[in-house]
């Protein structure tokens, strides 16, 4: 018959057993469980422990005082242990190896009274340097390490962390390392894609000045899942605080994750005022649905693994199951944008903005800013945007690295650098070595965007925009073998290939190979079409047109012109056909497209001081006034040394449309000055066709001036690139 024994203050409690401190007595819901002597001496020791490393010199010193014996001793009694506990606790049990160190009792522990057990050394110092932060306004950097799924349901792998990650997220004093930055100290480490558990959260804390980590586990007894929670220290793996939390089916799982983070906050010092205001429950900020969240974590770990094309199909899946899942939402919109499919991405950043009262704070502002930045299109109140959401989190790597690229857009390439520099203080990734790239690229500074492309290169980074940048910086050098290279990386690459195609028709144009451009054009326009990304098809068609029209070929422009506009529509789509179109022998059209971009978007940044300036130029060009067209031009002042947008041709083109104004008029210093601004700066310009034409627009200047050496010269130089025509 089984013994029972009644609770008593004097013992400790983990899931469903107690041991009695005084006579070392294991019982499981009351009935008792024979343990040897030295088995029972091993558990109480690390029950005592719990949540610190207990190493082998402790264990061989309270066990076998005064006595030698070989680890071989310690090893049985742990299996001895794991024999009992692993049907209860999962695979792994609650008992942990910590390499060359020793073991940690991984299971939240109370005393039989329903005290917690005392805190880990450690842990007041820590919450007291949380509520230091609190008063100082700095916030404490922490790694949410893996949480261990002993379930065995796949359905919880990196599910539960990416839940706790978003939910410690709300806390103002606390700051959570991005997926991202642990994605490349990992590549550092020469681990990607390891899990990051252990040893190798420590060292991912120990590389990036990380104080602490949360981790834990989850695992089934029955039809209850039980998750353990706790944070570590960076410097010695001890347990600081701990928490714990039961839910009755998969159903309760991410209520009981909620209680438990927002219990954890507060353990770790934040105060309850402040936990309470930035608590908002997961089901309301994020989702209820697991399998929404499987996907979405799915999802950035491929975007941060590989690429926005791949992940794409697992973001879609996660609003598929939750239509009102606002991080997807926003996550897809930053995704299609950075593919260059801004119709898309304006979709999903309108579904965000309306749900954005469902998002936590900093989302909240991070999709206001976006907001303006793709559907308004105000520039300018995007970054006032972020600026105001980083002054309450100015540690977001994400925001000061959007904040960059909208100053790239603008052309105000040494706030793109700052800003960029502060991101990097916190983040090394992808996007931020691309934002670097241009902004390094727009100051002229070559050699050095150079090296940033290959220290991506050297972590890691494959993304199709990486191999771009590669391929103009090797552009710019002279370097065709590496050209090549970059365009045979991306080879074969649905959903990016596209891209490469069309970077290397406006090479073959600039060299003033215009077959082979067009050849390449209709490659990228097709590739885009099989990966069913109508606007960049639509795109790639309009650069084709616009390159056609500086080949001379106006009736071949304009049939690709209407085409691109029956692909897609999106206001750079118009905005190129529209110059085309005006330049082409319809400016009723080119007006009308213009007109409607006013009315749909009259804040857009681009549309006023780019695109209908162009559009506007090219139709009053076409009717012969120059001079209406160097007005029409003058709004694009202040943005034309900017880049439309990513991958969008051309840049530098009102300037371009103003030299020939001035041409048209006889103004040839004018016409010199404004094709100067093309000439003199090749970084910015890079492989497009305008350079070379502009070489040959200063020298008909020159030749109007009387200067016949100079122009010359000037001819010499557009002859030497066409050569090989």
């Known amino acids: 018959m089984a013994s029972t024994a009644p609770a008593h203050a004097d013992s400790y409690e983990f899931g469903p057993y107690r041991l009695e401190i005084a006579s070392r007595s294991l019982f499981r819901q009351g009935e008792f469980v024979p343990l040897t002597p030295k088995v029972a001496e091993t558990l109480l020791l690390l029950v005592e422990e719990a949540g610190r490393v207990v190493t082998k010199e402790q264990m061989l010193e309270r066990v076998w005082p005064g006595v030698v014996v070989e680890e071989g001793g310690i090893a049985n009694n742990i299996s001895a242990l794991r024999k009992i506990f692993n049907a209860e606790f999962g695979e792994d049990g609650p008992i942990s190896t910590i390499a060359r160190r020793g ?128 944070a570590i220290r960076a410097d010695t793996g001890d347990t600081l605080v701990s928490e714990q939390a039961r839910a009755r089916g998969k159903g309760g799982i991410l209520q009981a994750l909620d209680q438990a983070a927002l219990s954890l906050r507060s353990k770790l010092g934040e105060s309850i005022q402040s936990v309470r205001k930035y608590g908002a429950h997961f089901d309301e900020v994020v989702t209820s649905s697991l399998e929404a969240l499987k996907a979405y974590t799915t999802g950035r770990e491929i975007w941060l693994s590989h690429s926005e094309m791949a992940a794409i ?52 502002l991070r999709i206001e800013a976006m907001y303006h930045d793709v559907m308004t299109g105000d520039l300018h109140r995007s ?84 191999h771009a940048d590669a391929y103009l910086v090797a552009f710019l050098r002279g370097d065709r073998a590496e050209m090549q290279r970059h365009l045979d990386a991306v080879a074969g690459r649905e959903g990016e290939e596209d891209y490469m195609a069309d970077l290397e028709a406006g090479t073959e144009a600039y060299y003033g190979r215009f077959d082979r451009a067009r050849d390449l054009g209709r490659r990228a326009v097709e590739s885009a079409l099989r990966s069913t990304s109508l606007e960049m098809a639509a795109c790639w068609r309009a650069h084709s047109a616009l390159r056609d029209l500086d080949a001379g070929s106006p009736e071949l422009a304009r049939k690709q012109a209407e085409e691109a506009l ?86 530098l083109y009102p300037p371009y449309l103003r030299a020939k104004a001035y041409l048209m008029g006889e103004q040839w210093t004018a016409a010199i000055r404004e094709f100067e601004k093309i000439t003199s700066r090749p970084h910015l310009i890079r492989n497009q066709v305008q350079f070379p034409l502009s070489l040959l627009g200063t020298a008909k200047a020159l030749e109007g001036l009387g200067k016949k050496d100079e122009a010359a010269a000037m001819r010499a130089r557009y002859d030497a690139i066409v050569k090989d025509k």
């Open 103 to 230: 073991y940690r009792f991984t299971v939240e522990v109370t005393r039989g009274d329903g005290r917690k057990a005392a805190a880990p050394a450690g842990a007041a110092d820590e919450m007291a340097i949380v509520k230091q932060a609190q008063t100082s306004g700095e916030r404490n950097t922490i790694l949410v390490a893996d949480i261990e799924n002993k379930t065995g349901d796949p359905l919880f792998d990196g599910t539960i962390r990416q839940a706790l990650a978003l939910n410690l997220a709300q806390s103002p004093v606390l700051e959570i390392m991005s997926d991202r930055k642990v994605h490349s100290v990992l590549g550092l480490m020469n681990k990607p894609g390891a899990a990051v558990v252990g040893e190798v959260a420590l060292e991912i804390c120990q590389r990036t000045g990380t104080r602490a980590a949360v981790t834990g586990s989850i695992f089934a007894l029955g039809d209850e899942y039980v998750i353990g929670l706790y």
């Open 383 to 466: 970054l006032d945007a972020y600026r105001a959401a980083l002054r309450s989190y100015p540690r977001d790597a994400n925001m000061a690295n959007n904040t960059a690229n909208l100053y790239i857009v603008l052309g105000q390439y040494d706030n793109a650098l700052r800003d960029i520099k502060i991101a990097l203080q916190y983040e090394h990734t992808s996007v931020e070595y691309g934002n670097q790239t241009q902004a390094l690229l727009g100051l002229g500074r070559v050699d050095e965007a150079a090296e940033v492309i290959q220290q991506g290169f050297e972590r890691g980074f494959d993304a199709f925009y990486h």
């Open 313 to 364: 199909p697992h973001m879609q899946r996660a609003i598929e199951l939750d239509e009102h899942f606002v991080s997807a939402h926003s996550g897809l919109a930053v995704m299609l944008n950075n593919m260059g499919q801004t119709a898309r991405g304006a979709q999903h950043i309108q579904r965000a903005y309306d749900l954005r009262e469902r998002a936590t704070e900093r989302e909240r």
């Open 566 to 651: 029956t692909i897609s529509r999106s206001r750079n789509v118009d905005g190129l056909a529209g110059m085309v179109l005006a330049a082409t022998g319809d400016p009723v059209r080119a007006e009308s497209l213009a007109a409607e971009m006013e009315k749909a978007t009259p804040q857009a940044t681009h549309v006023q001081r780019y695109w209908l300036p162009c559009i506007r130029g090219s139709i009053a060009m076409a009717r012969g006034d120059w001079a209406a067209a160097i007005q029409a031009l003058e709004p694009a002042i202040p943005v034309e040394m900017g880049i439309p947008q990513p991958f969008i041709n051309p840049g």
